[in-house]
């Protein structure tokens, strides 16, 4: 168990800070060290290490930082800001939990930003943060909202074995860079739909409320971003998560804003692939959709003809067979029109035999879809 000094003042803290050949410059060094009131730094400062330690109260962080900054296996359990540093050299936050606010607003780092099996426990704004060089979030957590509003992402941003409880945005963020996916976790979120620009502003640059047509730019971004990867296989997860959630803006948009005649024919068709196939992952739903639009549309024809009637309880063994022979046929979108005329039919009988083969080939064409998923791009 480590063995920690606590510190309960800025003077007990001054003295144990260490200056350059330049008096305006220091160098804060500290192991193993518990800081039981509250920092707030404001100068420029040369190099900077804090390793195993625990601020229990606010810190506040508004330097420019020198040649190396290291925060390695520290507990901050109050507020944290970072707002309006500047860091000039390589940036290391390894194995950091943040248990309580952390503020990176307006935030410069001109070199490496890593963020290694660091912990982000409150929801997180990364707002106006530069990000010039590698920044990387391996084996990171977020446990709430993380967003990159109007972040510069100037070379590459890393996710590798990043975790995401809730929700990502990366739609405001200014990629001049790219950036590399890899191993991630995040699923569906929860958003909220906004449409009022100052409701829209405070939620994505104050609140880390994720609009939902945000979450679907996300979903794009990283969909593209493994497709250029050549991640086929992950890429579908995502491209599946972007359609689901066009999806829930058109019924959104189809029930409750009543855009019935603008929003109809795309939210009909996405519906049906989801149901069909889930939207092309699925063969079994594609075979298991099929047998059963076949089988309600069969139903419905044969009951137009003289031979049978709507009836409760079951057919008898030679009305079953003669049936099963019927619908297997029926089941081949090639098969005579005819094919029910030894049974007595009507116009009614054409009609749903018609849409019966359109809504077969359909199924059989998805089921088709899903098993060619994982084919080459």
């Excluded at 963020?173 to 996916?181: K, P, T, W």
Aim: hydrophobic share 35%; proline share 1%; net charge neutral.
């Amino acid at each position: 168990m480590e063995k920690y000094t606590t510190i309960a003042t800025i003077e007990e803290f001054n003295k144990l800070a260490t200056t350059t050949h330049d008096k305006s410059k220091r160098n804060l060094n500290f192991n193993n060290y518990i800081f039981d009131f509250e920092i707030e730094l404001s100068e420029y400062l040369n190099s900077v290490s804090f390793q195993n330690c625990i601020f229990n109260c606010k810190t506040k962080f508004a330097s420019e930082f020198g040649i190396n900054t290291t925060f390695k296996n520290v507990q901050f359990k109050a507020p944290t800001t970072f707002a309006n540093s500047k860091f000039n050299s390589k940036t290391r936050f390894h194995t950091v939990t943040f248990e309580s606010d952390v503020d990176f607003d307006n935030t410069k780092f001109a070199d490496l930003a890593d963020f290694w099996g660091s912990n982000f426990q409150k929801t997180t704004i990364f707002y106006k943060t530069d990000f010039l060089g590698v920044t990387v979030f391996s084996r990171t957590t977020f446990n709430e909202n993380v967003l990159f509003t109007y972040s510069l992402i100037d070379k590459v941003i890393i996710f590798r074995g990043t975790i995401f409880k809730k929700g990502l945005d990366l739609s405001l963020a200014i990629l001049n860079g790219n950036f590399n996916v890899f191993d991630i976790r995040l699923g569906d979120y929860s958003t909220t739909e906004i449409s009022d620009e100052d409701e829209y502003e405070n939620s994505v640059s104050d609140n880390g409320i994720i609009p939902e047509k945000n979450k679907r730019e996300t979903f794009k971004l990283l969909k593209t971003q493994l497709q250029s990867q050549g991640n086929k296989i992950d890429s579908l997860i995502y491209s599946n998560l972007e359609i689901e959630t066009y999806h829930k803006q058109l019924s959104r948009q189809f029930w409750k804003e009543k855009k019935i005649k603008s929003t109809f024919e795309n939210y009909f068709i996405l519906g049906l692939n989801s149901l069909s196939s889930k939207n092309g992952r699925s063969w079994l739903q594609g075979i298991a959709f099929t047998l059963s639009i076949a089988g309600l549309f069969f139903y419905f024809a044969i009951l137009t003809t003289d031979r049978y009637l709507f009836a409760f309880g079951f057919p008898n063994v030679e009305e079953m067979n003669e049936c099963l022979k019927l619908y297997f046929e029926f089941l081949t979108p090639t098969h005579k029109v005819q094919f029910l005329d030894d049974l007595g039919t009507n116009p009614w009988t054409y009609l749903l035999d018609f849409a019966g083969r359109a809504f077969i080939a359909y199924g059989i064409y998805q089921t088709i879809q899903a098993f060619r998923k994982y084919r080459s791009a």
